[in-house]
T-cell receptor, first 113, second 114 residues
Framework: DAGVTQSPTHLIKTRGQQVTLRCSPKSGHDTVSWYQQALGQGPQFIFQYYEEEERQRGNFPDRFSGHQFPNYSSELNVNALLLGDSALYLC????????????FGPGTRLTVT | AQTVTQSQPEMSVQEAETVTLSCTYDTSESDYYLFWYKQPPSRQMILVIRQEAYKQQNATENRFSVNFQKAAKSFSLKISDSQLGDAAMYFCAYRRGATNKLIFGTGTLLAVQP
């Protein structure tokens, strides 16, 4: 049973560029949440997708957007990258009805130069 | 707003000994869950243990147990018989009732000495 997978593993971008990160949820899960983890900090909730719609959002600017596809996989898009966007981006999946247990992927390390 | 505080940036324990990691939280909600997650150098966040706020009994998972003090809003993790593989960053997290949003503390880096 494949767990949560994320791609790419590492990414280096330049300020002002745009980036897309991808996540495939654990088999049977239909809800995906994204988190940003700055170095030395705990993860911060970005948003959650369910039934292809954004259901809940944390305190992040509109430069952060997402999408969920019919197969439940998800993308996180960040526009106009800033140096402060450098972080580990974690995806977590869950299935409503199972006490919202969230399973995390290995993350994508984004470096903005 | 809900907050989670971990006041121990780093802890160290001898192999086979017991260590306790502290966590306090602040919320006005009555329906919530508390978690301890482990993040090894591989970066993948792994759920260690979960506690439902409505349960008075402290959760236990093998060598891991919690001390849940609801009135004091305290949620500590005890690791018994520490093993080298327990070395990692440990995060305390809170989730309000029927939501997916996890609120994390800043973490405690646990070192296990052989």
């Amino acid at each position: 049973d494949a767990g949560v997978t994320q791609s790419p593993t590492h990414l280096i971008k330049t300020r002002g560029q745009q980036v897309t990160l991808r996540c495939s949820p654990k088999s049977g899960h239909d809800t995906v949440s994204w988190y940003q983890q700055a170095l030395g900090q705990g993860p911060q909730f970005i948003f959650q997708y369910y039934e292809e719609e954004e259901r809940q959002r944390g305190n992040f600017p509109d430069r952060f957007s997402g999408h969920q596809f019919p197969n439940y996989s998800s993308e996180l898009n960040v526009n106009a990258l800033l140096l402060g966007d450098s972080a580990l981006y974690l995806c977590a999946s869950s299935f409503p009805g199972q006490s919202y247990e969230q399973y995390f992927g290995p993350g994508t390390r984004l470096t903005v130069t | 707003a809900q907050t989670v505080t971990q006041s121990q940036p780093e802890m160290s324990v001898q192999e086979a000994e017991t260590v306790t990691l502290s966590c306090t939280y602040d919320t006005s909600e009555s329906d919530y869950y508390l978690f301890w997650y482990k993040q090894p150098p591989s970066r993948q966040m792994i759920l260690v243990i979960r506690q439902e706020a409505y349960k008075q009994q402290n959760a236990t998972e093998n060598r891991f147990s919690v001390n849940f003090q609801k009135a004091a809003k305290s949620f500590s993790l005890k690791i018994s018989d520490s093993q080298l593989g327990d070395a990692a960053m440990y995060f305390c997290a809170y989730r309000r009732g029927a939501t997916n949003k996890l609120i994390f503390g800043t973490g405690t880096l646990l070192a296990v000495q052989p």
